[in-house]
């Protein structure tokens, strides 16, 4: 694994946009940060109450009215609608038409649960298929949806690489622009999975919250004895650009990846190796002192908090920065949670306030707000580490 910086050009945010439990707009989602409180709610599933971060009542009414607005809307699922809708808001705000033919390049980790789910319910009742189950439930189905809904023609990728999905659709653009193929790209993850299949497994791998506590989600917490993650649904979109744009809301300045041996299915060291790899490549010739946060992958389970802060501390040692996470707050949503790191990380950045866990003995509050450093991964270990400044 190389330990230089793999970034050959300067490459720009100009816009980043999104819908979770945290809200539909920037200015909502910032107040939602400030607010020393969680977004979780209880619902029933399969006759059992559970803990979810599930969009508010006017997102859901949005997503409503943009299924209504095109009859071949009507059919899709929402991981393909939360993403049509945060990528309109991504490229109004960066000012794209269009013709610009940028690229598109969003992932998901579950993809089409719910359509899934449904169709494979009325296979086993009827022994028949439905006509859409196909071409609604493929992986490629939600950039292609948005590539036609904005009218691109720049390239469209989709994939899956579990909860660093949308971290990779980062490199991925980054890439693209890199190789000067393309100048502008719209990256992000997508995804819906408050579903009673999803979540079942997520119990069945004994992951998942029973906390009854005021945080049912205790990310960063490292003395907790019960494992508590919590699943959240949303979508976040980054418009990224070549060189140093005027419009630019942060800059990407490091990129990282790596990929672990696998000892087990879900498995991950107990000093998380591929994060330690990951963080040394986004940091390339950077000092660690010079990061002044880490919005940390956190998922709020004892193993995948404490290898990820035993990484930390083997590559910052004597200077570990700030770490945060906002999953004890939406919860983790899949394949789109990395660019919902990202977006808390330029929020920060641009309102030069951290955003801690309320819960945590002795937080440590950074002294400046200018570089920080997003970390993701997933099943498999496949991390990435994205390295910000301030514009």
């Known amino acids: 694994m190389p330990k230089i910086n793999a970034l050959q050009k300067p490459i720009s945010i100009t816009a980043i946009a999104s819908i979770s439990s945290l809200g539909i707009s920037q200015k909502e989602i910032w107040n939602s940060y400030l607010e020393n409180k969680h977004f979780l709610s209880s619902k029933t599933f399969l006759n059992k109450e559970v803990w979810i971060a599930q969009l508010p009542e006017h ?7 943009l299924r209504a607005s095109d009859q071949k809307y009507k059919s899709l699922d929402d991981t393909v609608l939360y993403a049509i809708y945060a990528s309109r808001q991504a490229i109004k705000s960066a000012g794209w038409n ?5 690229g598109i390049n969003i992932g998901s980790s579950r993809g089409a649960t719910t359509l899934f789910e449904n169709y494979h319910e009325s296979f086993l009742k009827y022994n028949t298929s439905e006509t859409l189950s196909s071409p609604t439930t493929t992986l ?3 950039s292609s949806w948005v590539a036609h809904d904005l009218q691109t023609q720049g390239p469209e990728i989709s994939h899956s690489i579990t909860c660093s999905t949308a971290l990779h659709s980062m490199l991925n653009g980054i890439a693209w622009i890199n190789s000067g193929m393309c100048t502008k790209f719209l990256v ?5 999975p408050l579903t009673p299949f999803t979540i079942a497994q997520m119990q069945a791998l004994k992951i998942y919250s029973k906390n009854k506590s005021e945080y049912p989600c205790r990310a960063l917490d490292f003395k907790k004895t019960k494992n508590t993650m919590v699943l959240g649904e949303g979508a976040s979109m980054i418009c990224l650009e070549d060189g140093n744009t005027k419009n630019a809301i942060a800059k990407i300045i490091g990129i990282g990846y790596a990929t672990e041996i696998l000892t087990h299915n879900i498995s991950i060291s107990s000093d998380a190796q591929c994060f330690q790899k990951s ?3 986004a940091l390339g ?7 002044d946060v880490v919005v940390m992958h956190a998922p709020g389970t004892i193993k995948g908090d404490t290898s990820e802060y035993k990484a930390i501390e083997n590559i910052f040692k004597d200077n570990t920065p700030a770490l945060t996470s906002n999953k004890w ?7 789109a949670s990395g660019a919902l790191n990202v977006e808390l990380a330029i929020l920060m ?7 801690g866990v309320p819960y945590l003995e002795d937080e440590v509050v950074p002294k400046k707000l200018k570089t920080i450093m997003i970390n993701a991964v997933g099943f498999g270990g496949n991390a990435v580490s994205i390295l910000l400044s301030k514009n």
Do not use: Y
Request: aromatic content about 6%; glycine content about 12%.
């Open 98 to 102: 269009a013709e610009d033919n940028f």
């Open 59 to 65: 997102a859901k009414t949005a997503i409503a009215t």
């Open 279 to 281: 963080m040394t490549m």
């Open 188 to 192: 992000g993850g997508s995804e819906a």
């Open 285 to 291: 010739h950077l000092k660690p002192e010079d990061v």
């Open 329 to 335: 707050k939406i919860g983790h949503t899949f394949g």
């Open 140 to 142: 490629g189905n939600i």
């Open 349 to 355: 950045l641009k309102h030069q306030e951290f955003i």
